[in-house]
């Protein structure tokens, strides 16, 4: 695309292009409509001021939206850019513009991933969409969360180990091969010279457990090495050698005695395992019988970093109607226009760690929206959303009504006596009436750490003189609620 940024469509494209397409295209539906989408200025950061000037970016991600419209190849698309009147019209370009090597796409796509690019993109259409009048900052939308799987291979905790290691020896060797090769000897390259896989680990509980110390140790004195004061002090900035630190905080853990050893796994199963598993190794445990539970035990998935590959990459479970689902990644939680009449668009992504609960993202959410100019009459969510105090910070933070269903207390049939379902509230009244009949006063609202509460009481004589006063939400004394 060598014809400048197609702010003008030359006369013959646009001749040609409306002879050959007289009821229009998508791809002129956005030229006409929307201006074409983007401007150079645009993406004034995202390049070198005074570097050589390249192709168009505002022509390239509007390339990008088309072809992801059209769902096209790199190649299908460079080709579509080359020979479609209707992709030159919307790109402004002039017939005999020769496009792009396919190739480009991919290298604009690397740029688009970098920091929080790919979020102002979004942004910066949405802006547009509305500035046409096609999405409307203030009416009904909806959010909703999916999982968003990394792009990285599973990993064992012992493959976790030795592949963060052999991660970090490669990055080493590239900024630092004189003063690591006074590090190591040949036998390394035998357990770190080719990517870790299951199948080359050794086999049996004693073995592996073995072979996992080995490799802690020898992520020890990295790391040891690394931060002596003689190490060039860059290498200890490395990102590698950062996850190579963290990992080995999260997967060992020196006993009183100083001797390394490999923290417990989290699940009880497992757990118990690896007590015996540490056992064996070590011929002794704790005074107890078992190793320290505090020392011993891996974060929790929050924390946990699962692959070198991709440090904030996590592991969750979630349960849905068809069954329960475990993915290593993230969570996007995807906000739509839900106008019965207009598009429905996305007008906001908000990507958290995987194992993160929707309705930690909530205020987030609704920050954002703020930050865009949305105010939406009616935010519908679903039940992981949705919980007494959040309709309330919705409501007194941001002004936005939130729908959606109150979560039932999935362990209320576990315990014993009533449970707040039990129990019937009056709105108008502002009363409650309890299973045994009793009326109480209207509630009051207070304040518990920052929180808003309405505090109900009871007759004090009636709960006194009831004798369903024990399954009544654990008051044994009789004194009223
Ligand atoms: S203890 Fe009081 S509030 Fe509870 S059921 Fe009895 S009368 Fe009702």
Not at 17 to 24: D, I, K, M, V
Not at 48 to 63: I, K, Y
Not at 127 to 141: P, S
Not at 278 to 288: F, L, V, W
């Amino acid at each position: 695309m060598g014809s400048g940024s197609g702010r003008v469509i030359p006369p013959l494209t646009v001749r040609m292009a409306r002879a050959s397409n007289p009821r229009g295209t998508a791809a002129m539906w956005v030229r006409d409509r929307l201006d074409g989408l983007f401007t150079d200025t645009d993406f004034a950061d995202w390049y070198p001021s005074d570097g050589r000037r390249g192709l168009s970016p505002a022509q390239l991600a509007l390339v990008s939206v088309l072809q992801y419209a059209e769902n096209l190849t790199d190649r299908q698309a460079a080709d579509a850019v080359r020979c479609r009147l209707d992709w030159k019209y919307c790109l402004g370009l002039e017939l005999h513009d020769p496009g792009f090597d396919f190739t480009v796409l991919s290298e604009f796509r690397d740029r688009v991933a970098e920091g929080d690019r790919a979020d102002g993109l979004l942004a910066l259409v949405v802006n547009r969409l509305a500035e046409a009048g096609l999405v409307r900052r203030r009416g009904r939308i909806r959010t909703d969360s999916t999982h968003v799987l990394a792009a990285v291979r599973r990993l064992n905790r012992g493959e976790l180990v030795a592949e963060t290691l052999r991660c970090a020896l490669e990055e080493l060797a590239l900024q630092g091969e004189r003063w690591l090769a006074a590090l190591v000897t040949s036998d390394w390259a035998d357990r770190y010279g080719r990517p870790i896989r299951y199948d080359r680990l050794p086999r049996g509980g004693d073995a592996l457990i073995a072979w996992v110390l080995q490799v802690g140790a020898d992520g020890i004195q990295i790391l040891q090495a690394v931060y002596r004061d003689d190490a060039p002090p860059d290498l200890r900035e490395l990102r590698s050698v950062q996850v190579l630190r963290q990992v080995w905080v999260q997967q060992y853990w020196h006993d009183a005695s100083g001797q390394l050893r490999w923290r417990q796994a989290k699940t009880t199963r497992d757990r118990a395992s690896r007590r015996k598993t540490e056992q064996r190794n070590t011929g002794k445990s704790s005074a107890d019988g078992r190793p320290d539970p505090e020392s011993a035990r891996v974060p929790w998935s929050t924390m946990e970093i699962v692959t070198p590959h991709d440090p904030e990459a996590r592991y969750s479970q979630k349960v849905t109607a068809a069954g329960q689902r475990d993915w290593i990644g993230y969570r996007d939680h995807q906000t739509e226009t839900s106008d019965e009449a207009g598009l429905n668009v996305i007008i906001q992504v908000v990507t958290r760690p995987a194992p993160q609960q929707d309705i930690d993202a909530l205020d987030d959410i609704h920050k954002q929206l703020a930050h865009q100019g949305f105010q939406p009459l009616e935010h519908v969510v679903d039940g992981g959303y949705v919980t007494m105090d959040s309709i309330h910070q919705a409501s007194v933070k941001w002004d936005i009504p939130l729908l959606g269903p109150v979560r039932d207390d999935s362990q209320a049939a576990q315990r014993p006596g009533f449970t707040k379902e039990d129990f019937d509230l009056d709105w108008n009244t502002r009363t409650v009436t309890c299973p045994n009949g009793i009326t109480s006063p209207p509630w009051k609202a207070t304040l518990r750490d920052g929180h808003p509460r309405l505090s109900v009481l009871f007759p004090r004589k009636a709960c006194r003189e009831c004798d369903d006063r024990l399954k009544c939400t654990g008051n044994a004394d009789g004194k009223g609620r």
